[in-house]
């Protein structure tokens, strides 16, 4: 938005919503008319100068997010969503709120590591615009595998939060895994690989989902031909319940002797938990198993979840 308009749009917000007056009175103070009016607020809406909040008494979110904070010390989102929606309708919802939620944390000079998967291309569709200068949008691991590149994929989620942001994007064309440990050692020794590297390194956000092995509706690298029978075989024997990013842990939260890992282009946990914000956006409650290992591995420190998942992760400490 224009600078004169972003102004407009502001003014005319704080006379709406903290002078209560009337669009007609602003259309007058403002000397234009009432559906430019009506435009300027639906514009500050739209790029998060105004933000609404719904408190209702009955409404159980405020309660768990408590929760959440209290068990796993992370700042929470709880979105609302009736249990008669699907699947896909409960992730349009999550990902919206997560747009919401990440674009007034995105600042100019920031580096924003992004991965690759169906809750973060769910989240791209609802970006919002915001202005920002020198900022840049980093793949956080690769998508190739036996049968795809995966660049089309995946450099379609970096374009739309770089287009919203005005940031660059880096995109990082390696495979998700190398069939051998030794071929990660040699490529990472490469400059061009190393300069992704180096931006990874220093991220001021990192935004992600969870990949969980188990569930009702299969992550991206479960389900995309990323892993054989041997490699599904392998992370059973190593108890592995979920991902971030193409680096397994189990339930809780542990990631030493998963073979996989060495093989994988994700960022390490440890790699992960030195970024100062670390968004988790996680849609349906069967992910829960995986959920539960992420936030016990300490990789979130916001997380953006359905009101169902966020009721299934408080009885799941219950009973841990």
């Known amino acids: 938005m224009a600078r004169s308009r972003h102004s407009d749009a502001l003014r005319a917000a704080q006379m709406y919503y903290l002078q209560d007056l009337t669009m007609d009175a602003i259309a007058r103070e403002l000397r234009t008319s009432r559906s430019t009016v009506s435009r300027l607020l639906s514009s500050a809406r739209e790029t998060g100068l105004v933000q609404v909040q719904i408190r209702s008494p009955f409404d159980t979110g405020p309660e768990l997010e408590s929760q959440i904070r209290r068990q796993y010390g992370v700042d929470v989102h709880v979105v609302p969503v009736l249990d008669t929606l699907n699947e896909a309708e409960t992730l349009d919802r999550v990902a919206m709120q997560a747009a919401r939620t990440i674009?007034?944390?995105?600042?100019?000079n920031a580096i924003i590591g992004v991965a690759w998967g169906a809750t973060l291309s769910a989240v791209s569709r609802h970006l919002t615009r915001k202005v920002?200068?020198?900022?840049?949008?980093?793949?956080l691991n690769g998508a190739g595998n036996m049968q795809t590149t995966g660049i089309t994929y995946a450099s379609d989620i970096m374009r739309r939060f770089g287009s919203a942001y005005g940031a660059r994007v880096e995109q990082f064309p390696v495979p998700a895994f190398f069939d051998h440990a030794s071929t990660k050692t040699a490529m990472w020794n490469e400059r061009s690989v190393q300069r992704i590297l180096d931006l990874q390194d220093r991220m001021s956000i990192a935004i992600f989902g969870v990949g969980s092995v188990d569930s009702d509706y299969p992550s991206h690298v479960y389900a995309g031909g990323y892993l054989d029978e041997h490699d599904l075989s392998m992370l059973a024997a190593d108890d592995v319940v979920g991902d971030v990013a193409t680096v397994f842990f189990r339930s809780d939260g542990s990631s030493d002797g998963i073979t996989l890992n060495s093989r994988s282009t994700g960022p390490s946990h440890e790699k992960l938990r030195q970024v100062r914000r670390r968004i988790?956006?996680?849609?349906?409650?069967?992910?829960?198993?995986?959920l539960q290992g992420a936030l016990a591995a300490g990789l979130a420190t916001d997380l953006i979840l359905d009101e169902a998942s966020a009721r299934r992760l408080v009885s799941f400490n219950g009973h841990s």
């Open 103 to 108: 674009g007034p944390l995105v600042d100019s």
């Open 132 to 139: 920002t200068h020198d900022s840049i949008v980093v793949q």
């Open 280 to 290: 988790c956006v996680v849609s349906g409650a069967s992910k829960i198993n995986g």
